[in-house]
């Protein structure tokens, strides 16, 4: 097999060129990741880009469109999901928000990966006393009831972006922590750890050139799916008015605000939800395909028919 | 077994009275309640009288302890809003979320299971494309997402359901339709897959080869051992409806935890908030002595350990 380039991510690949192509090619194998990874890339656009094209258009009231009917394009483009209570265009507003939204989830699966997995590494490494103390608050954590201690946190604290990116990552963290850990005590068994550890290789090298190269792609699956629980957890914190608070808006948000209109404006909260669904599901179905990608038992269902017996 | 489950209420009841602790640290830190209950133009002599009564004017330290005595006898204090003891509110709200978790997730578990073994049958027959698809797209939408979509066609639009209340058994349709979706799509997912390594076994080998039909061989032979990792996952979105039903709660006006709590969160009514997240965190506690105990009863493997 010449392609053990998917399995190891982090490890530098010989040509680059080639190694993009391939991604490609299997991707393209799988149609339903193949559309998910455009929906994921318009999205992304659109949190880079979103604020700086629509910023002023999402902002400006026009109370003559004001909850105005979708697909109506007498009011120009930017109308074309409608309009919202305030008479804004929802387009140019779901493109504001997507900024709000994905830097959320971004920040919060950022920060319980990196606590988690360095935590799971002492706890799976180390052991002892520490890995014990690790495991035990983490049982704790994970026997919170999740969703009401956020809502009671975050009632406490003011509801602001930094603390609903907190209260999340710390709800995740033991996800990350578990899996880490569970890999790392596998793999430090393996041969080729403990070789490297006879050979006098350091903690530092041991963990970062060889544990972790292996795990990486187990975690990079469970942060794609995590990636839209967490997207759907802000969006519910929101929801509840206990999460982003205007003038920042999200997804979530958006929904809330129009739920007053739903009997006289259903697209008001119909399509910033469709939002969240489409980006969620298109979360799942890549991580699906992460799987399988990433998997060497499992990555010739990609994989060219040809290329198979190279 | 015995040693494992004291072991287990051991560790549970320290989480439990740490969370209690952080709880009533966490909303002695908004304020007093008083300047919530009482009318903005209400004197300071009437704000002392009101925080006097309710030992709001203690130091935080002694009202813990006055906590605490209570704790040990049941008594987690007033509510503030409704001047009925706090944990007999939360035991009135707890059996409709309890039953709209029980319902979303009895639902689920049939519907997903059945289907889940079928697509496993014939994989990458069109029905097992089909129920994938279904099952990922079911597995990701937002609850309230889909309520919302739900009121919008069956209650707005199409009048056949009305769109809050408990009363009758038309409104219990949408909110157990609405829990049910995730949990549905996700328990299709790991019963297809646990299913199809299960099929490959050799007793269902066996059990082919002396000629059983197809429908005994799957719902007789494979399930059964098909199962731990659906129960699993369907305790896991059980606990996920009874600590989240939140939402569906709010948006169909159910009186169940969730509601309980947020109107509790609105009005500061510490007691209550106190006595709700205790109450959730026994009941995810007992639900997964109940799975640990069905994995027993499923595979005997576990039961010698």
């Known amino acids: 097999m010449a392609h053990q380039i998917l399995s190891t991510p982090l490890a530098d690949a010989p040509m680059p060129e080639n190694r993009f192509k391939i991604i490609l090619g299997m991707l393209w194998r799988d149609k339903f990741a193949f559309t998910a990874t455009i929906i994921l890339l318009v999205t992304i656009l659109s949190a880079i880009l979103g604020p700086w094209l629509f910023g002023d258009a999402a902002i400006v009231m026009n109370l003559r469109a004001r909850n105005a009917p979708p697909f109506d394009l007498s009011r120009g483009f930017a109308f074309i999901l409608g309009g919202d209570s305030l008479g804004r265009s929802i387009l140019a507003r779901i493109a504001l928000a997507s900024q709000t939204t994905m830097l959320i989830a971004a920040a919060t699966v950022f920060c319980s990966l990196v606590a988690g997995t360095v935590l799971g590494l002492v706890a799976g490494y180390r052991g002892g006393l520490l890995g014990e103390a690790i495991m035990r608050v983490t049982d704790i954590i994970m026997s919170f009831p999740s969703l009401l201690m956020a809502l009671v946190i975050l009632y406490v604290f003011s509801p602001a972006i930094s603390n609903v990116i907190i209260v999340l990552a710390i709800t995740r963290i033991p996800l990350y922590l578990r899996t880490t850990r569970a890999e790392v005590m596998e793999v430090r068994t393996r041969m080729f750890v403990v070789a490297a550890e006879v050979t006098g290789a350091s903690t530092f090298r041991l963990v970062f050139k060889h544990i972790l190269p292996i795990i990486a792609p187990t975690l990079l699956t469970i942060m794609t799916l995590d990636f839209a629980f967490v997207m759907l957890a802000e969006a519910s914190l929101s929801f509840l008015g206990l999460g982003v608070q205007a003038p920042d808006v999200t997804w979530g948000a958006m929904v809330a605000e129009g739920r007053a209109y739903l009997s006289k404006a259903w697209w008001l909260s119909f399509w910033p939800g469709l939002a969240i669904a489409l980006v969620t599901m298109s979360l799942n179905l890549l991580s699906n395909w992460l799987r399988i990608a990433t998997d060497p038992l499992q990555r010739w269902r990609l994989e060219k028919p040809e290329t198979q017996n190279v | ?305």
């Open chain 2, 1 to 305: 077994m015995g040693s494992y489950l004291s072991k287990r209420a051991v560790w549970s009841g320290i989480s439990l009275f740490l969370l209690v602790v952080m709880v009533f640290f966490m909303a002695r830190l908004t304020g007093s309640p008083a300047d919530l209950y009482l009318p903005i133009d209400a004197p300071n002599s009437m704000r002392e009288e009101f925080a006097r009564l309710h030992g709001f004017d203690q130091p935080v330290l002694v009202q813990f302890f006055t906590f605490l005595r209570g704790l040990v006898m049941l008594d987690f204090g007033e509510s503030l809003r409704q001047n009925r003891p706090a944990l007999a509110l939360v035991l009135e709200a707890m059996p409709t979320t309890l039953l709209l978790a029980f319902y979303s997730i009895a639902i689920a578990l049939i519907v997903a299971v059945v289907t889940g073994a079928l697509a496993a049958w014939r994989p990458n027959s069109i029905f097992d494309r089909i129920a994938t698809l279904l099952s990922l797209i079911g597995a990701s939408l937002p609850n309230f997402w889909i309520a919302i979509v739900g009121v919008l066609v069956f209650a707005v639009g199409l009048e056949w359901l009305p769109t809050s209340g408990t009363g009758s058994v038309a409104q219990w349709i949408l909110p157990v339709a609405v829990l049910a979706i995730r949990p549905c799509g996700l328990i299709v997912q790991i019963a297809r897959s646990s299913m199809i390594s299960v099929l490959s076994a050799a007793y269902v080998k066996t059990a082919r080869a002396k000629g059983a039909k197809s429908r005994r061989i799957i719902f007789v032979h494979a399930l059964r051992n098909a199962m731990l990792p659906v129960i699993t996952v369907a305790g896991d979105q059980a606990a996920g409806i009874i600590n989240g039903a939140v939402i569906v709660e709010t948006i169909f006006g159910f009186p169940g935890i969730g509601k309980l709590m947020i109107d509790s969160i609105t009005y500061r009514d510490f007691a209550v908030i106190q006595a709700g997240v205790m109450v959730t965190a026994i009941a995810i506690f007992m639900l997964n002595v109940v799975i640990d105990i069905a994995y027993a009863i499923l595979d005997p493997r576990i039961r010698m350990n």
